[in-house]
C-alpha cells in the first residue's frame, strides 16, 4: 500500500495565497472525490501536487511513503508514481500519441527495463478496445484536433497505460456527453485496487453516480472542510453548498 500525505498546505499565485492549510490522506485502493465551489483552489491543489512552476508552495508538506514530494522535479514526481489529468489537456505538435504514451512509460523505468515494443502495442491495442477508441487514434499527433471528449478518453488510455499510483483527475468529466462520461469512468473503475489511489475533483454528482467514491471532501477558501462518504455529495447535489458555510460560519 502507499499513501500520499498532504499536510497544512499552502499555497500562493503571484504572491495571493490561494490554499491555505489543506490535509489531505490518499491510501492507494481508494478513490476520493473533491468538490467545491469555483474558485476555492481546487485546480491550485493539483497543481502545487504535480510542481507546476508558477504554484509556491510556501508552508506545509506532500510526501508519499515518506517521501518529500516538494523537493522532487516535474520528472520525479511522475517517477514517484503520480499522474495529473489536466481541466485543459495542452496539444503538443509532431509527438503522436502512442510515442508520448510509450515515453511516459519508460521514463517511470529504470534504463535497460524499457517496454518492448511488441508489448507496448499488443497493450496499447487492447487498452483502446477497452475503452472503445479508434485504433487510428494512436497515430494521431497529442491532442492535436481531439475533440473535448476524446482528450478525456485519451487521458484515461495513458492513466490505464502508465499505471500511477495515484492520479489527480481535474474536472475530467467536464463537457463529456453520457457515452463518453461512462468510458471515463469505465476506464478509472478498471484502474482501481491495490497499486492505485485517485482524487477525482469534479463540480457534479453526476460522475458519482458512475466511480462511486470511497470518500467525499469539500473544498472552501483554500482547505478542506468537510470530509464524507458518498452521501456527502448526494446532499451537495441536493441542496448545495450553503448549508456548510451556515454550519461553519464561512462568509462569501
Ligand atoms: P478551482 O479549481 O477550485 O475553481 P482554482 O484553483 O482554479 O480554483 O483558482 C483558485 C484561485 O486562484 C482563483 O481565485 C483564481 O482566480 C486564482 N488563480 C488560479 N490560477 C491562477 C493563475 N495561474 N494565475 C493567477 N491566479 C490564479
Ligand atoms: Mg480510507
Ligand atoms: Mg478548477
Redesign the pocket.
Known amino acids: 500500500m502507499s499513501t500520499l500525505v498532504i499536510k497544512d498546505l499552502h499555497v500562493s499565485?503571484?504572491d495571493?495565497e490561494?490554499l491555505k492549510g489543506l490535509n489531505l490522506t490518499i491510501n492507494t485502493n481508494e478513490v476520493h472525490a473533491i468538490m467545491?465551489?469555483?474558485?476555492?483552489?481546487?485546480?491550485?491543489?493539483a497543481s502545487a501536487i504535480m510542481g507546476h512552476p508558477?504554484y509556491e508552495v510556501t508552508q506545509g508538506t506532500i510526501e508519499i511513503d515518506g517521501e518529500n514530494v516538494l523537493e522532487m522535479e516535474v520528472d520525479e514526481r511522475a517517477k514517484a508514481g503520480l499522474f495529473l489529468a489536466m481541466?485543459y489537456p495542452s496539444e503538443i505538435s509532431g509527438v503522436t500519441n502512442a510515442d508520448f504514451v510509450r515515453s511516459a512509460i519508460n521514463a517511470r523505468r529504470e534504463e535497460g527495463d524499457e517496454i518492448s515494443l511488441m508489448k507496448f502495442i499488443r497493450e496499447l491495442d487492447k487498452t483502446m478496445d477497452f475503452l472503445e477508441m479508434d485504433q487510428e487514434m494512436a497515430q494521431r499527433y497529442l491532442n492535436e484536433g481531439f475533440s473535448g471528449g476524446e482528450k478525456k478518453r485519451n487521458e484515461i488510455l495513458q492513466l490505464m497505460m502508465i499505471k500511477p499510483k495515484f492520479a489527480i483527475l481535474?474536472e475530467i468529466d467536464s463537457g463529456l456527453d453520457i457515452d463518453a462520461l461512462k468510458v471515463v469512468a469505465k476506464g478509472i473503475n478498471e484502474m482501481r485496487g491495490e497499486g492505485f489511489g485517485c482524487i477525482a475533483?469534479t463540480h457534479y454528482q453526476r460522475l458519482l453516480n458512475y466511480i462511486t467514491p470511497d470518500h467525499v471532501h469539500v473544498?472552501m477558501q483554500g482547505r478542506v472542510v468537510k470530509s464524507g462518504g458518498p452521501e456527502l455529495a448526494q446532499r451537495l447535489e441536493a441542496e448545495g453548498y450553503d448549508w456548510i458555510k451556515q454550519e461553519l460560519g464561512i462568509e462569501d
Open positions: 499565485i503571484e495571493k490561494i467545491g465551489p469555483n474558485g476555492t483552489g481546487k485546480s491550485t491543489l508558477k481541466q481535474d475533483i473544498m
